[in-house]
């Protein structure tokens, strides 16, 4: 294993985010064509008169920009102090395909029992994340 094994996880999540900011942009587009939401309804950011399944692509895409900044962090904290594990790695992609899920029921069904469990569980992934590297870091690593 290399210590580079941790960065994949942070493309694949940064893909995943550019993929959801093509599904804002192709939704808002279809609103606008199909005469469900226009223009104006952005001029501030977003209007309550954006309906759900257009509105709700936008809310994940800004939850791939909130939390997930801690995520980035530690899997670069992890890489350039060698703090590198197998179960760092192995954390770290759950916590990518967590937030897969969690983006995949948001902008679906949106049932709020399995989107929290994902986004809970992932939190969970993110918080082991950051202790094995202050323990790792605590030992000496890098």
Same mark, same amino acid.
């Given at each position: 294993?290399? @210590?580079?094994?941790? %960065?994949?996880?942070?493309?694949? %999540?940064?893909?995943?985010?550019?993929?959801?900011?093509?599904?804002?942009?192709?939704?808002?587009?279809?609103?606008? =064509?199909?005469?469900?939401?226009?223009? @104006?309804?952005?001029?501030?950011?977003?209007?309550?008169?954006?309906?759900?399944?257009?509105?709700?692509?936008?809310?994940?895409?800004?939850?791939?920009?909130?939390?997930?900044? %801690?995520?980035?962090?530690?899997?670069?904290?992890?890489?350039?102090?060698?703090?590198?594990?197998?179960?760092?790695?192995? %954390?770290?992609?759950?916590?990518?395909?967590?937030?897969?899920?969690?983006?995949?029921?948001?902008?679906?069904?949106?049932?709020?029992?399995? @989107?929290?469990?994902?986004?809970?569980?992932?939190?969970? =992934?993110?918080?082991?994340?950051?202790?094995?590297?202050?323990?790792?870091?605590? @030992?000496?690593?890098?």
């Amino acid at each position: 294993m290399s @210590r580079a094994d941790v %960065l994949w996880p942070l493309f694949a %999540l940064a893909a995943w985010t550019v993929c959801m900011l093509l599904f804002v942009a192709a939704r808002r587009v279809h609103g606008g =064509v199909t005469g469900k939401a226009h223009a @104006r309804e952005y001029a501030l950011g977003e209007s309550p008169a954006v309906p759900p399944p257009i509105a709700l692509p936008n809310r994940n895409y800004m939850n791939l920009l909130e939390l997930p900044v %801690l995520f980035y962090v530690v899997c670069l904290m992890a890489y350039v102090t060698g703090a590198v594990s197998p179960l760092m790695v192995a %954390l770290a992609w759950t916590y990518v395909a967590l937030r897969v899920v969690h983006s995949l029921v948001h902008v679906t069904y949106n049932r709020i029992l399995h @989107r929290f469990t994902a986004f809970a569980a992932s939190n969970f =992934v993110l918080v082991a994340l950051w202790m094995l590297v202050g323990i790792a870091l605590a @030992r000496g690593a890098g």
